[in-house]
């Protein structure tokens, strides 16, 4: 169903796909050690993991960097799929910023306003990235490793584009189970 110009470009991607069966392999590792502790840049202090308060030091309270390792959907406790509770992502948007927004840091030291500021571009751009179908479908191929180059001539590519367009308009009209199964096969088949 795919037409020549999705194909041509999965073609051009070819070599990045390779990578993306070792990025996941290693990413499967890396999502098991988690068990990795990190210390608390104020207080030194191995912070505890699991205690559902990622962004604060346990002992402390001080808020943390952002840690980078960290997609878009395990910040917005999405699963990495197509399928997202857009009312769910909603409440952990609204959750996160009365965390971490940077007026809450107003009379905190210059490196937690720093790391607030952080915080709520990275909760803001997670948050407009997978509200919408396309950014999220684009921001899920990314994750997989296919990644749109910077410049791409989408007048050239442009069947591609129409092709996520597409799918989008059907997610929009069809939010069946059956809908959300198909688009999520077809996403599947691209890679
Ligand atoms: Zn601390």
Redesign the pocket.
Known sequence: MWGCGARALLGVWEVRLAGFLGRRLLGSNAAAGKSIAPQ?W??G?TREAGCGDEFF?T??R?LQPPDPTRDYFSLMNCNRSFRVDVTKLQHRYQQLQRLVHPDFFSQKSQTEKYFSDKHSTLVNDAYKTLQAPLTRGLYLLKLQGIEIPEGTDYKADSQFLVEIMEINERLADAQSEAAMEEIEATVRGWL
Do not use: L, M, P, V
């Open positions: 608390c104020n207080c202090r030091c002992h402390c001080a």
